[in-house]
């Protein structure tokens, strides 16, 4: 399985992010994989964001909860990721990446992983 992230680069703040994650070599309904989003700001660890299962059941990061959305789009094997109200310590490295059939919000478990996208937030 193959992931490959992609968004816009920079955004400003207050604005909405979307970020797409492409997934390859593998289905996201019939692979038993459910699908994360993570993100490492400058200088920090890696924060777990969301999960978003094969059958669409989503989970997220509490202390981002109000502002985060999971999606996926079966037909084309997608996953997207949203994110309102962004803020300048939003700027990092988006990762998408998946794990076998469990939630887990430890990035060490995960199987599979995108090389990530840049996300700034500035003005």
């Known amino acids: 399985v193959q992931l490959q992230e992609s968004g816009p680069g920079l955004v400003k703040p207050l604005q909405t992010l979307s970020l797409t994650c492409a997934v390859r070599?593998?289905?996201?309904?019939?692979?038993?994989?459910?699908w994360n989003w993570i993100r490492q700001s400058p200088g920090k660890g890696l924060e777990w964001l969301g999960q978003i299962t094969n059958r669409g059941y989503t989970a997220y990061n509490p202390a981002l909860k109000s502002r985060t959305s999971i999606s996926k789009n079966n037909a084309n094997d997608t996953v997207y990721l949203r994110m309102n109200s962004l803020k300048p310590e939003d700027t990092a490295v988006y990762y998408c990446?998946?794990?076998?059939?469990?939630?887990?919000?430890?990035?060490?478990?995960?199987?599979?992983w995108g090389q990530g996208t840049q996300v700034t937030v500035s003005a």
């Open positions: 070599g593998g289905s996201i309904t019939t692979t038993d994989y459910w």
């Open positions: 990446a998946a794990v076998a059939g469990i939630f887990t919000t430890t990035p060490a478990r995960y199987t599979f």
